[in-house]
């Protein structure tokens, strides 16, 4: 069974930053992607960004420039540094893993819980 375990969140003032990560656990081999989606109140889950296993990323528009995504192969860890915080930033934000491999077969995809990021003063 692979979980996806994540720390980080909460509270911030406009124009700061938060740091999330996203560890997953399990038999695991390797995995394809890994990545953040956010949903905000009243709105469908978007992407935020992805990073590959060889360091590939992808960032949506609106946080290209703030947001570095980044990725420990040997901790199965990504990373999430999110500078410049917006109060439009504000959602609950998710780790995803694309295409796990373990010992035993290949997961999908795995979803971590959501964690509440909230930007206001």
């Known amino acids: 069974q692979v979980r996806l375990v994540k720390s980080g969140g909460g509270l911030v003032q406009p124009g700061g930053s938060l740091r999330l990560s996203c560890a997953a656990s399990g038999n695991i081999f390797s995995i394809y992607a890994m990545g953040w989606y956010r949903q905000a109140p009243g709105k469908q889950r978007e992407l935020v960004a992805t990073?590959?296993?060889?360091?590939?990323?992808n960032y949506t528009d609106s946080v290209k420039g703030r947001f570095i995504i980044s990725r420990d192969n040997a901790k199965n860890t990504v990373y999430l540094q999110m500078n410049s915080l917006k109060p439009e930033d504000t959602a609950v934000y998710y780790c995803h893993a694309d295409r796990v491999t373990t010992d035993i077969h290949m997961i999908l995809e795995v979803w971590g819980q959501g964690t509440l990021v909230t930007v206001s003063s």
């Open positions: 990073i590959t296993s060889d360091g590939s990323t």
